[in-house]
């Protein structure tokens, strides 16, 4: 399995408040990826990055930030958490070099009240 | 854009049924296209992929063909067991900044197969 870990995996806020989700991983690969998943919806591509301190903005990005000063980690914030960001959220990795897999984290449960 | 419709679900089948889950794709250029798999409780994890047209990808009795004239990669499997319950999702690649390449995702189709 691929060496990824997200924390918290579990997490309830109140609305309003900031929340930073973690992605660390131990494979050295290049690129991160952060994703939401909803019912009815599938996954949403939130933000990814292709290098260190290199992102970019996917399909859902209102709302969230990242960051990435060094290329095991890979934060989601959500400056002031709101009830539609009530979502499971996913890191995953991938290296260039392939066909392109990703690996995915085990998920954290947000809930913001 | 490029998108992804999958069959929504949720599909019942009886062990040893035949199994059929629909994909089509909406796509400029030529994707990647991939099936990942969700079991309960836990991230996505690669199933098959196929790279390129008439691949066929396969694993665990599972395969897809994609086709680009009807720009379909249909997942399929002969006899289903109780532990294929989970929910697959159809995905295609997405060129994106610095050499990456992001996953579109369909909706995911919930499979539960009965003893």
Known sequence: ?113 | GNSVTQMEGPVTLSEEAFLTINCTYTATGYPSLFWYVQYPGEGLQLLLKATKADDKGSNKGFEATYRKETTSFHLEKGSVQVSDSAVYFCALSDRGQGGSEKLVFGKGTKLTVNP
């Open chain 1, 1 to 113: 399995d691929a060496g990824i870990t997200q924390s918290p995996r579990h997490k309830v806020t109140e609305t309003g408040t900031p929340v930073t989700l973690r992605c660390h991983q131990t494979e050295n690969h290049r690129y991160m990826y952060w994703y939401r998943q909803d019912p009815g919806h599938g996954l949403r591509l939130i933000h990814y990055s292709y290098g260190v301190k290199d992102t970019d903005k996917g399909e859902v990005s209102d709302g969230y930030s990242v960051s990435r000063s060094k290329t095991e980690d890979f934060l989601l914030t959500l400056e002031s958490a709101t009830s539609s960001q009530t979502s499971v959220y996913f890191c995953a990795i991938s290296e260039r070099h392939g066909p392109y897999e990703q690996y995915f984290g085990p998920g954290t449960r947000l809930t913001v009240t």
